[in-house]
T-cell receptor, first 113, second 109 residues
Framework: GAGVSQSPRYKVAKRGQDVALRCDPI?????LFWYQQALGQGPEFLTY????????KSGLPSDRFFAERPEGSVSTLKIQRTQQEDSAVYLC???????????FGPGTRLTVT | DAKTTQPPSMDCAEGRAANLPCNHS???????VYWYRQIHSQGPQYIIH???NNETNEMASLIITEDRKSSTLILPHATLRDTAVYYC??????????FGTGTSLTVIP
């Protein structure tokens, strides 16, 4: 069956540009998570949705980061005015409900030049 | 913030059991222990989780000490495809899921 998909897989942005990263979760999964993974580090939590409701956005590093899931399915992570420190792999995960068993997508590697 | 301590790296011979330790001495009574792994250039993959009792599934076994201050993930017959970074996470509702830096396991032919 289809897993979590993310697009694009690779994105190069010039400093100051806006980017939008897409996540298609597994059909029927209520919960959706975004993580940021810097080189050599483990994934770090950014934000969590249950259906369309954003229940936790405490991990978003600045107000340049914005996430939405308007219809409770596809989610978009938007980064405005990208900075070099935003360069990382952005991972999306979904689960039936809550934390328990998250299924991760392959990630989007963002490079800000 | 880190609530677990794992060795940064380990080796294991192919076909042997891989035993990956994790210390979580400040775990509270309602926190679960989760294990995920991440193969190079892929997203993390769920392995197993437990609260107090030992758990086993088709991938691995999780042994949690009686005082719950440490646990061990056991891959019974390691293969080359088990080479990955293994993350031990303690979690309860309302907390963030904190991966840390994990243990890089290399399975040697």
């Amino acid at each position: 069956g289809a897993g979590v998909s993310q697009s694009p897989r690779y994105k190069v942005a010039k400093r100051g540009q806006d980017v939008a990263l897409r996540c298609d979760p597994i059909s029927g999964h209520v919960s959706l998570f975004w993580y940021q993974q810097a080189l050599g580090q483990g994934p770090e939590f950014l934000t969590y949705f249950q259906n369309e409701a954003q229940l936790d956005k405490s991990g978003l590093p600045s107000d340049r980061f914005f996430a939405e899931r308007p219809e409770g399915s596809v989610s978009t992570l938007k980064i405005q005015r990208t900075q070099q420190e935003d360069s990382a792999v952005y991972l999306c995960a979904s689960s039936l409900l809550g934390i328990s068993e998250q299924y991760f997508g392959p990630g989007t590697r963002l490079t800000v030049t | 913030d880190a609530k677990t301590t794992q060795p940064p790296s380990m080796d294991c011979a192919e076909g042997r059991a891989a035993n990956l330790p994790c210390n979580h001495s400040t775990i509270s009574g309602n926190e679960y222990v989760y294990w995920y792994r991440q193969i190079h250039s892929q997203g993390p993959q769920y392995i197993i989780h437990g609260l107090k009792n030992n758990e086993t599934n088709e991938m691995a076994s999780l042994i949690i000490t009686e005082d719950r201050k440490s646990s061990t993930l056991i891959l019974p017959h390691a293969t080359l495809r088990d080479t990955a970074v293994y993350y031990c996470i303690v979690w309860y509702t309302g907390n963030q899921f904190y991966f840390g830096t994990g243990t890089s396991l290399t399975v040697i032919p």
